[in-house]
């Protein structure tokens, strides 16, 4: 009879989750009794160390990662990692130990009191199965819902003891093979509507974020750039520091900088400001004012329905950005205004960077002691 | 100048949320003083009340609906009808007033000193502005995320010294006219595949769920249906009411049954399950056994990525469910295999009704003294 | 073999618990399969009315009450009631029943997706017990923190198929007599200070709250106003409803009014105010201005470390608000001066009433819609 | 007029909180911006390691210490030291910074969406005021609740702009001077029915744990157990590294094993087991067995109420460890028994340590692969 553990390592081989980020505790060791040659365990001796391998990981192949993290303390010392990769949306699967089930209720050492809360701000779905017979299935939703778009970090809690359990075959091979898919195409409607605006603005602009590149969009960003003749910015500090547009491509304009005067000001003379793949906006020291200028329309085309939702000003279309931005390639003529200039200069110098100490506590009118 | 009040009617009102289900007491009447004339009040005397008609009105016009509810005790109160919102998926606009700010940290009278956790577990988002001039903005951020896909009611919370405090004009201005739009394409590969799958099936059979109706997916469900010559099913019992499919078609067949076991042999036969616009299942009683017979495969569509995840057995597409049967039709040859047998009798009788609280009992092997 | 249910029925037995009040559906069903002749099912048809009634139950009998829940819309229904049972310290050991655990992960019908978030704003200690055999120690230790002070509710979701699980006797044995005692003495050196502080003061005043009822203090508070010549007020609304002090006392002077500035108007004159058993204040509209007039320390004695840690002025001590002033009357000598005047006056009429709705809008200055 | 941060630095100085240990960021600069000369600022540079120093600080010195943390991936890198302060019932007031209230809506970079959810589970309080006039009210109960027992961290999350504001310089000052004492003696009945079950045992033992020390007890638990003649053992594995018991004295006989029945055997032929200061008890690997030996009764004291709940067996008071000894001693007459034996042998050596990795692995029959 398999136990849980084979029931899980078979369910983490058909997802690809065969490595493994870890700092594991001895609440963790009976998920590594017996662990697969075909498996691959990467050792972090911090857990902001761990986890942060695991959110590159995650973004550089596009896939979901696993994390292995001990109880309580180990999941507490990984918060600051997992925020950041909830930024990122990097689709994370963390597990952690958990003292063995009946333990849990005199809280004996190494209980994690309330193991579903702890990270439950900063992932999408944060469980403890209330079963050993559930790990399975656990680690399979958690698995899908990691990857279903707006990605991000998931948590399942594993009392140590379920790992050698007798394992409910059916249910765990039926839940194994299983695929999602969540890549959303644009609403047609909203989509025409969008094309109409861009082709009738007369001087359009193109903000291309982080997850044109999550997305793999690229190419037709800059299909959409040239056909357009769209000059095109980089949204402020992003958390992930992916790049959503060539910088090296003559339509390039510079990063957008990161407080609402100036943002607004940098988009001046444009009726129409197109944002892709990026929050409306990262803004960083509070320089207030009107986030568009007069006259000028925003859309913004993201994955993330709150990224749609929290956005100070503008309309959204919530679709995969890479769907969108191909299917509005299809959609508007060429035009023939003239390409934008090219970028005049280079980047101011860092002391005059305003997204340092210094401008924030200006910002605020403060004097700062900070050097 | 504006009051954050008239800044937030302004806001209400270019959302046609002009409709106020609500049961107000003390800490709602500052948001209530000169009511305008185009608002209406649909007052309800228990909280449970106010939110279901809220919860209908959404369902029938397919648009939010606007619930105003009392601090802590009447949003106490709302929690059951919340949970039945949030699973019928529907966008709901709550708002509950809260002591004045400066006797909040006292805990005076009225004061809810947790507001965004009670309501939390059932809601998308749970929110107290940090300043009275965020109100508009965050009723704006509210209204939009209860409207996108999946939709869902969400809370904001409003010390009841806020609505007389002086907006910030330009701030709610750009934020009032604002059109979020996330009705979601299916992924274009997964669904070519998903045509190929139902066109090579040589028995599919399709389960159409509440979803469709309110995707306004209806017509090309039958279209589907009639083009590919499926047997139609309901999905067990589901929260919303909604029915998602016309049961006096000829391909109608009835309700599955509420269980593993039952279920599974009502699809035995049948190579290729189509379920869309339903989780996969809402079983009730618990009746082991395997989800599907063998040899059977199943493929969900769903707007709900958190349905499409925790789905026990089957492949699954996050999408619209209208836009994706409509996109299906179109993809499918018509099917030259005869249509189903009309289904051959009415339901059973209810005293052998299989979701009854004997049934649960029973097949728990237990003995029930409820009658 | 005992089942879970039977050690549980035992456990409950043991600490009195043999009074049920509810509102069953069909996850509570097995919890009461056998439903011993000592038990008493007392059947209210809305949760509000529940948890009322077991609210009562608890404050007039001083013992902890037990609650038996649906699971989440019959939770969601009764959040209001706890809320209020909550602001009450009512110890209630409050139960819910929940899907089989089989069929949580996948969210079956009934299945509440976050069983210990729901009540935890208003609850001492939330828990799902990680398996069917912790039923029992979760009870227990449900009991005994409900019943240590600050009392309050508690909360305790059970799998419907834990119920006839076979239950591990030694444990739940061990668990089921056990006895535990919070009643806090108060420091002696602070209770030294204090009664010392009486003494000297020159013009001393008494406000007796509800706690003093509670834990059975009415005497020694008589015994202390006529020892210190003390005039005594009550403070304003309090949840519960109890009198903390014989209103016909000679020395009893009425209801402090439920404002700031009304309250300290009050209170001028005094030197010393000694708030036992209840908040510092429990204002309602909101009147700014200081909270003790010019020259009047106050000393709070409440058995809750949240009362004393929030309240805007004055110092205090946590204990059991009966023994404090049983130790207290024992440390101050017979007081000299005249006993205070007898309460001038009857209350002013109800149109005056601080507490209502137009008073509330009118310190906002806000007009009022409301008769 | 005074600023929110002068009121603030006011509070804190008459609290002794001006050693200030942190890790800023530039949404704690306004906090620091002239930064007093009577105060400290103890830098750490992860929040591990500044959180850990104000444990210990905390702990010798028994009284809160202040933390000062980053927003959102600060407080996250903080948490397994803050599960730690929790577990030690350390007194830490802990501040983060946040983004400005005016960009707090749209989710400007560095803000912190759930301030008060993130160090929720292992504090005992979580706010972020609704006013910046109301940081030091916030600050004040922060402070109060900290150093009530059971003593614990709690957390402040402060807007960067709050700091700035004008103070509201009445309320800041009443909460300004405030003491709160909360140091519980124990219940007079129930002391005197322990004292008579001390008396009449004829072979009791005395477990003294961590909080002992903390309490100032250490000189009572060596009077008690001279007086009644106790053989005295250390609990299990304690968080905090206290001791609670010269181990030095002739009747300390060792620490007593951390699994369920090798302890209950070290308990045999006692028939009274009194535990002061420490949970019952803090297992780690799991070896079922009864609690306790047949024929022997536990008492608990502890000024924790939720490790007198959560106790698997034996009765319970919660008071202050010491006062509860020191009343004891007074109680219980010099038995006439002879003293204990003294402590056999020293310790086992390491390598057969019952805490290892491998007991726990081997208690739960698996194999393990680490050393």
Known sequence: MATVREASYELLRAHGLTTVFGNPGSTELPFLAGFPDDFRYVLGLQEAVVVGMADGHAQATGRPALVNLHTAPGVGNAMGAIFNAFENKSPLVITAGQQVRAMMTMEALLTDPG???????????????????????????????????????????????????????PAARQVTGRVTTGRAGPDPAALRELAGRLENASNPLLVAGPDVDAAGGWEAAVALAERCRLPVWAPPASGSGRIGFPEGHPSFQGLLPPAIGPLAQTLEGHDLVLVVGAPVFTYYPYIP??????????????????????????????ADVALALEALVGLVPQADRPPPDPRPAPDPPPDSDPISAQAAMAALGEASSVA
Chains 1, 2, 3, 4 share one sequence.
Do not use: N
């Not at 958690?142 to 003891?161: E, I, K, R, T, Y």
């Not at 004012?289 to 919530?318: F, H, K, N, Q």
């Open 115 to 169: 193991p579903t809360a702890l990270p439950r701000p900063f992932v999408k779905w944060s469980y403890e199965p209330p079963r050993a017979q559930d790990v399975p299935a656990a680690l399979a939703r958690a698995f899908h819902l990691a990857q279903l778009p707006p990605c991000g970090p998931v948590f399942v809690s594993v009392p140590m003891d379920d790992w050698s359990a007798e394992a409910d075959e």
């Open 289 to 318: 004012g009107p986030v568009l200028p007069e006259g000028t329309s925003l859309m913004l085309v993201t994955s993330d329905p709150d990224e749609a939702a929290r956005a100070p000003a503008g309309d959204a279309i919530v």
